[in-house]
Nanobody, 128 residues
């Protein structure tokens, strides 16, 4: 069992930046693929970014490509989401997710249903 705890959310003006962190509870974190998803009010949860266990592969939603960067520090068992040039439409609760089983492909890593561990979420609000 892995517990994930997100932090770093808050209120920021459009054009600003935030860095989200997701700390895991176990040292075997290095074998987990990690993803960030978000859910805006009244909308379904959507994929934001994902990173393979080694950090060698990263994937992004088109809406955040070029503005967000996902990274991980396996020594600190933490994954990060650096968010720059934030827009009001980025307002949502951001969730960290992990999976240590199954085939790792772009299709699986971008699918919320593939992940078997989730954090509680951290709220990001971008004002215009």
């Amino acid at each position: 069992q892995v517990q994930l705890v997100e932090s770093g959310g808050g209120l920021v003006q459009a054009g600003g930046s935030l860095r989200l962190s997701c700390a895991a509870s176990r040292g075997t974190f290095s074998t987990y693929a990690m993803g960030w998803f978000r859910q805006a009010p009244g909308k379904e949860r959507e994929f934001v970014a994902a990173i393979s266990w080694s950090g060698g592969r990263t994937y992004y939603a088109d809406s955040v490509k070029g503005r967000f960067t996902i990274s991980r520090d396996n020594a600190k068992i933490t994954v990060y989401l650096q968010m720059n040039s934030l827009k009001p439409e980025d307002t949502a609760v951001y969730y960290c997710a992990a999976n240590n089983a199954g085939v790792v492909t772009i299709a699986t890593m971008t699918s919320a249903g593939w992940y078997n561990y989730w954090g509680q979420g951290t709220r990001v609000t971008v004002s215009s």
